[in-house]
């Protein structure tokens, strides 16, 4: 089956089936996503990260 032949057939749905396909898409299917967010989301998750603030007014650490 083709892209183009389920594209059609998901048009076809009626739009709570079409809500259906398409929460389980971005669910299941994160390629949509850039690898740079999900790494910055990672690093959040495992605390690797500054607040605004510190990163525009406080030196970087190890620079004199």
């Not at 929460?23 to 690898?35: L, Y």
């Not at 998750?45 to 990163?55: H, I, M, N």
Request: aromatic share 10%.
């Amino acid at each position: 089956m083709s892209a183009t032949e389920i594209i059609e057939q998901f048009k076809a749905l009626p739009a709570s089936e079409r809500a259906q396909v398409a929460k389980f898409v971005v669910e299941n299917d994160d390629s949509w996503i850039p690898e740079s967010f999900k790494q910055g989301m990672a690093d959040a998750e495992a605390g690797r990260f500054v607040d605004l603030d510190t990163a525009l007014n406080e030196p970087y650490p190890g620079d004199k």
